[in-house]
């Protein structure tokens, strides 16, 4: 089962808007982590964010963390239509042990298109 | 550094048959992980392998089963294909994946598997 939502599902923006895309999860994290997909192949990872940060730059990428609401956002500033793709939000669990190894639980993804 | 490649990258296959996919992780990655990606249930975390050992497995029936091997390639298979078992299935390796870790993913391609 998916850790929580994205919202929006889809977004649609003019090139050189900003991008604001939000996430919710269920469980205790050791961070989380934002991952970009074009049209079905694999993911790229963004950025990174621990559960003890509150935001989070790189480049045009800001990420914030609300650790007491369990959610996240992710602003992608001046976009350009290269930013064309879906936006998976995945946490990486804080327990010890066993269901932390390897797993990230990923949300189900907001599509961006970003018109010339 | 070459990236994560999976093999083959289309596969077609009909109910009954079995598959077999692969994954070079990247060199020197010692942690290999599995993802199934449908448009009903997303990406959804299949297992993960570390030093040919499975350490961590998602909610998926014994049909889906893996293996590493001491050069950390990895593959999986599945036996007895249904059709709900379409799907693009991703394989991520990472450098340290462990408690405390990042836990930073990076993917292939995929291997996106039709059943008849």
């Known amino acids: 089962s998916q850790q929580g939502e994205e919202d929006p599902q889809a977004l649609s923006i003019q090139e050189g808007e900003n991008a604001t895309m939000n996430c919710s999860y269920k469980t205790s994290i050791n961070n989380l982590q934002w991952y970009r997909q074009n049209s079905g192949r694999g993911l790229v990872h963004l950025i990174l964010i621990r559960s003890n940060e509150r935001e989070k730059h790189s480049g045009r990428l800001r990420v914030t963390l609300d650790t007491s609401k369990k959610s996240s956002s992710l602003l992608i500033t001046a976009s350009r239509a290269a930013d064309t793709a879906s936006y998976f939000c995945?946490?990486?669990?804080?327990?010890?042990?066993?269901?932390?190894?390897?797993?990230?639980?990923f949300g189900q993804g907001t599509i961006l298109t970003v018109h010339p | 550094k070459a990236g994560v490649t999976q093999t083959p990258r289309y596969l077609i296959k009909t109910r009954g048959q079995q598959v077999t996919l692969s994954c070079s992780p990247i060199s020197g990655h010692r942690s290999v992980s599995w993802y199934q990606q449908t448009p009903g249930q997303g990406l959804q975390f299949l297992f993960e392998y570390f030093s040919e050992t499975q350490r961590n497995k998602g909610n998926f029936p014994g049909r889906f089963s893996g293996r590493q091997f001491s050069n950390s390639r990895s593959e999986m298979n599945v036996s007895t294909l249904e059709l709900g078992d379409s799907a693009l299935y991703l394989c991520?390796?990472?450098?340290?994946?462990?408690?405390?870790?990042?836990?930073?993913?990076?993917f292939g391609a995929g291997t996106r598997l039709s059943v008849l």
């Open positions: 995945a946490t990486a669990p804080s327990n010890a042990g066993g269901t932390s190894y390897g797993k990230l639980t």
């Open positions: 991520a390796s990472s450098l340290v994946a462990g408690r405390g870790a990042k836990n930073i993913q990076y």
